[in-house]
Antibody, heavy 120, light 108 residues
Framework: QVTLRESGPAQVKPTQTLTLTCTFS??????????VSWIRQPPGKALEWLAR???????YYTTSLKTRLTISKDTSKNQVVLTMTNMDPVDTATYYC????????????WGQGTLVTVSS | SYVLTQPPSVSVAPGQTARITCGGN??????VHWYQQKPGQAPVLVVY???DRPSGIPERFSGSNSGNTATLTISRVEAGDEADYYC???????????FGGGTKLTVL
């Protein structure tokens, strides 16, 4: 059974760095083709893809946020970490992690999401 | 970057057929995936690779893709189908995942 769960602070202040952790089970990021992405959704708005990390440690970032994002993995812990620097109120959103295969390109399993509010 | 365009809303009576479109430049040569999102919940994959259904998704959900438009069709719509629907593709030129703006399906 595949599960993913996001964790991190519910609130951060403007200019701070956000660190989110995705803890997963039921698959391994050591398996060829396995990848994990982060996706966010501001309240009442659409989904926005942020980043992806692959089994071979290749990393991809959305162009508009590339300078602020870092994605990494700890395969021994079955975790993927996303950091976002210089947080702003417009970054207030629910952040999801999701599994994706490198040759299928759809998200077949999602975490429940974690709401992050940026406010002073 | 690649852009996907969806109508903000679609309304349909119970038992009728809902069609939700996803427009993109030559989207027919890409593979399109569709997600259903109910309030307060994470998205759920309902159609992948243009027209395939994950296990557990009713046959009422189907998809097609040609030219500049992909379509999610929901037959015999039920009240429980009321949700936001998102299309998604992989943009090979940037190796980015791209989502459409979402369509709110209202069951009258």
């Amino acid at each position: 059974q595949v599960t993913l769960r996001e964790s991190g602070p519910a609130q951060v202040k403007p200019t701070q760095t956000l660190t989110l952790t995705c803890t997963f089970s039921g698959f391994s990021l050591n398996t060829i083709g396995m990848c994990v992405s982060w996706i966010r959704q501001p309240p009442g708005k659409a989904l926005e893809w942020l980043a992806r990390i692959d089994w071979d440690d290749d990393k991809y970032y959305t162009t508009s946020l590339k300078t602020r994002l870092t994605i990494s993995k700890d395969t021994s812990k079955n975790q993927v970490v996303l950091t976002m620097t210089n947080m702003d109120p417009v970054d207030t959103a629910t952040y999801y992690c999701a599994r994706i295969h490198s040759n299928r390109y759809y998200f077949d399993y999602w975490g429940q999401g974690t709401l992050v509010t940026v406010s002073s | 970057s690649y852009v996907l365009t969806q109508p903000p809303s679609v309304s349909v009576a119970p038992g009728q057929t809902a069609r939700i479109t996803c427009g993109g430049n030559n989207i027919g040569i890409k593979t399109v995936h569709w997600y259903q999102q109910k309030p307060g919940q994470a998205p759920v994959l309902v159609v992948y690779d243009d027209s395939d259904r994950p296990s557990g998704i009713p046959e009422r959900f189907s998809g097609s893709n040609s030219g500049n438009t992909a379509t999610l069709t929901i037959s015999r719509v039920e009240a429980g189908d009321e949700a936001d629907y998102y299309c998604q593709v992989w943009d090979s030129s940037s190796d980015h995942q791209v989502f459409g703006g979402g369509t709110k399906l209202t069951v009258l």
